[in-house]
């Protein structure tokens, strides 16, 4: 369902604003993305994306937090907890690659869907927020860099 509540679009919004990768976005800008993006919940243990599964958008989680495992062999492989204001399904979108890992609900979680076609025109029209989306999958393939 879109955002269309007052109180839905603020909590959208202030999740962006709290997000690295959109730092620096011009607030009409973000305010559009919260607008345009879909809000969902999720229950406790619900799975948000897939491994494998199509990378058609990003979810700014907005309360509550995931976990993302990769399927490794035959074993999940804990890779991160997020918390409001992070990104998870970045990597698909901006590689076009299927789904990297599986993110799943711990508790309740609210989230902004963000479709691929709306993130990349934020991209065209901001290249600083690409390089933030960037810098973010380096460190989540890589670790931190140093200093």
């Given at each position: ?60 989680i907005v309360q ?20 409001p204001g992070e ?55 890589h670790g931190p860099?140093?200093?």
């Open positions: 369902m879109a955002l269309g509540d007052r109180d839905d679009v603020e909590r959208a919004l202030h999740a962006l604003e709290t997000s690295r990768p959109f730092d620096g976005v011009a607030q009409g800008r973000l305010l559009e993305l919260a607008r345009c993006g879909q809000r969902h919940h999720f229950s406790s243990g619900e799975v948000l994306m897939t491994q494998g599964g199509p990378s058609d958008s990003i979810y700014v509550g937090q995931v976990r993302v495992t990769k399927l490794v062999g035959s074993m999940q492989e804990h890779r991160a907890d997020l918390e990104v998870v399904g970045e990597m698909g979108v901006l590689t076009g690659e299927p789904r990297s890992a599986t993110v799943a609900a711990l508790g309740e979680v609210e989230t902004l869907r963000v479709g691929s076609g709306d993130l990349l025109d934020v991209f065209r029209d901001d290249h600083f927020v690409l390089v933030g989306f960037i810098k973010i999958m380096h460190e989540r393939l860099s140093p200093g």
